[in-house]
């Protein structure tokens, strides 16, 4: 049973808006296979009639007359109605085929494209979005929301039409033979509506919240592995398995309604599909021995045995086909909150870089001219175009970042940083510190343009950051980030993230700077170890080396350490610190430590107290200040 994360979509979810949109979407991406599978479903409609076709001519035409005139009287008849049957059993055959082979190509087809379309849209969201929704969530959407979607696009939608087809074609062919046995088939039809309408809605409720139930359930097991340590360490076992058997009682309840509603849908159909082949048998027999006039589509007749006959069986195909359709309004309900919830994903907005100012190769002579080159130079500008006049400006990279007056919040109304001001010019270091939740990360987050300001600005070697491309921003900025982050892949794979056509050499190097090339070569298969899990086989230091080493490879004129050496021991650090000055050397470096003696040699060092910067000033001038870092430092603060 696919698992769908129910959290419940848009309330107001149009499912036909919805299945309209979805149907779209998957025309153009295959309207030749399409309208191909739609042919193939007529033809397969009319070969699953073709039986109840022939019955009638077979029995009035051969049968009855070859009993009262011998075989031989018949037997060129009989051949032709075998071969025309056959025939059209053949061809209705092929067009199965045909259509369920392109069914496979168009649903795995279409759902590689929409993967890709979603991950596509993924990449270009804002990192607000990631914020604002739960991975795993996200994550649903990809596997359990798109699986829905197979189900609908390769089983429902292709059933549901063949089904309808063949329902309008026996129907057709009943009004053709007789309107009396027509009506009888009306009625019962009017009742399987009606059942199927109460008890399979009610089926498709409980199924979306058995659904639910069991993301909640996965939810918490999932949880419970990953806290197993502190679950043990507080002796919470009783507690939480109290706490799941609860869970599991309302995934049974849902689940027992759900199926419970859906197997009785079936049998019900049945047996009025049964009641319909008994009270058609009566009403034939009374129509037949009275030689009943019958009306049909092209007249007045009496009904024949072969008629008679042909109607038992077309009514037990029309029962039938209600019962399959029945069986799919789950897997609808299902696809269409799926669809929905995949179009919201991609209905999202994009984050939006309007930036023009690029950055390029440069030339940079003795007196400072900067010209652009197609080659790496090793030096970068950026390159200003000016709207107004035409003309282009050329800046050399300096790595010259400055807050003027920055106001910001992560919400609108609740600002978190309040006119920040920073000036940090080329080289220098710049140490930002506080107490936890000040706003320290959320002022580097703004000069990569995770989000953008509420008020000021910031400029970077003089530009407005606003207009620099998002890309070209971010890549002349070197980050160790808060929370290590590694991929799976080798750790050579790992540090080359921060440069991919970066040499053996240079990874050796960049490793060899922060420090972690001793512990790398010791592990199983050195830089070839295989990390998986966020490097859940390395330890917590060790992952910061490894993210420390991707910064370095980047090479990049301005960097920001975030925290990067908070989980490394005292002894590593002084050693780390050490590489970690080589690199900084020339470079404007924004570092953040909650351990003061790792900001000490920073060239000015910014106090935040909530979003505040409250002191400022170079490790001397802050002592002396005797204020808020003088109190971090002596740890006075702590102790109060
Ligand atoms: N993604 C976010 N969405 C909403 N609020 C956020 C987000 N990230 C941080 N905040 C809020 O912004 C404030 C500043 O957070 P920030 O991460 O900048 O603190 P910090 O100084 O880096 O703290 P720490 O030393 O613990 O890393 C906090 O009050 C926090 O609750
Ligand atoms: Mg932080």
């Keep these: 049973m696919p698992r769908m994360n129910l959290k419940p979509g848009r309330k107001d979810l149009d499912r036909k808006a919805t299945f309209k949109r979805l149907m779209k979407y998957v025309f153009h991406t295959y309207p030749i296979h399409f309208v191909v599978i739609i042919i193939c479903i007529v033809i397969c409609a009319v070969g699953s009639i073709s039986a109840s076709i022939f019955m009638p001519k077979f029995i009035d035409e051969v049968i009855q007359p070859g009993i009262k005139n011998g075989f031989d ?8 109605l075998s071969v025309s049957l056959g025939s059209m059993y053949i061809v209705s055959f092929i067009a199965s085929a045909i259509m369920n082979q392109l069914i496979c190509v168009v649903t795995q087809g279409f759902l590689y494209k929409m993967r890709i379309d979603m991950f596509s849209k993924m990449e270009k969201l804002p990192i607000s979005y990631f914020d604002r929704n739960a991975h795993g969530d996200i994550m649903s959407t990809y596997t359990n929301d798109v699986d829905a979607i197979r189900q609908l696009i390769s089983q429902a939608i292709p059933q549901f039409l063949q089904t309808m087809l063949t329902v309008t074609f026996l129907f057709g062919m009943m009004l053709y033979y007789s309107l009396w046995l027509a009506l009888v088939v009306v009625v019962s039809v009017y009742f399987i509506f009606m059942v199927t309408k109460k008890v399979g809605g009610g089926s498709a409720k409980y199924f979306m919240k058995q659904q639910k139930s069991v993301a909640v359930c996965e939810g918490f097991i999932e949880e419970m592995m990953n806290g197993q340590k502190v679950v043990k360490v507080f002796s919470h076992e009783e507690q939480a398995k109290a706490d799941f058997a609860k869970l599991n009682d309302e995934l049974e309840g849902n689940a027992y309604k759900a199926n419970a509603y859906a197997n009785i849908l079936a049998p019900i159909i049945h047996n009025i599909g049964n009641i319909l082949y008994v009270v058609i048998a009566i009403v034939g027999v009374i129509l037949y021995t009275n030689n009943a006039i019958n009306v049909h589509a092209f007249g007045v007749n009496t009904l024949t045995v072969g008629v008679a006959v042909a109607f038992l069986g077309m009514s037990r195909q029309f029962a039938n086909s209600f019962n399959q359709v029945s069986q799919q309004i789950n897997s609808v ?23 023009y100012v690029t950055l390029v190769n440069a030339n940079i002579d ?23 006049d035409g003309t282009i400006t050329y800046t050399e990279l300096k790595g010259d970042i400055r807050f003027f007056d920055v106001d910001f919040g ?10 920040v001001s920073i000036y940090a010019k080329p080289g220098q270091q710049i140490a930002l510190v506080g107490a936890t939740g000040a706003g320290k990360t959320t002022i580097t987050n703004l000069i990569n343009r995770f989000y953008d300001l509420a008020d000021g600005k910031v400029r970077y070697d003089g530009i407005n950051i606003n207009k620099i491309k998002k890309a070209d921003l971010r890549r002349s900025i070197g980050i160790v980030l808060q929370d290590t982050n590694l991929f799976t892949g080798t750790v050579k794979d790992n540090i080359k993230y921060g440069k991919l056509d970066a040499t053996d050499e240079e990874v050796y190097a ?6 972690a090339y001793d512990f790398i070569t010791r592990l199983p298969d050195g830089f070839d170890t295989m990390l998986t899990g966020n490097g859940s086989q390395l330890s917590q230091g060790q992952r910061q080396l490894i993210s420390i080493a991707r910064c370095a490879i980047a090479n990049a004129p301005v960097m920001i350490l975030d925290e990067a050496t908070s989980s490394i021991d005292t002894r590593t650090e002084a050693l780390v610190q050490k590489g970690m000055d080589g690199l900084m050397k020339g470079r404007t470096v924004f570092v953040i430590a909650h351990r003061l003696s790792t900001v000490q040699n920073s060239n000015a060092i910014m106090v935040l107290d909530h979003g505040v910067i409250i002191e400022r000033g170079d490790h001397e001038d802050l002592i002396k200040q005797k204020g808020t870092y003088y109190q971090l430092y002596t740890g006075a603060f702590e102790l109060e």
């Design 510 to 515: 960049a490793a060899k700077i922060a420090n």
């Design 73 to 80: 009287s018949v037997k060129d008849h009989l051949v032709f």
């Design 366 to 388: 003795e007196d400072g001219n900067v010209t652009e080159s197609d080659e790496y130079t090793g030096k970068w500008a950026w390159k200003h175009p000016h709207k107004a």
């Design 333 to 355: 309900v299902m696809a269409m909150a799926g669809a929905d919830r995949v179009f919201q994903l991609l209905d999202q907005t994009e984050e939006v870089d309007d930036g």
């Design 410 to 419: 992560y919400f609108p109304d609740r600002l978190v940083l309040h006119d």
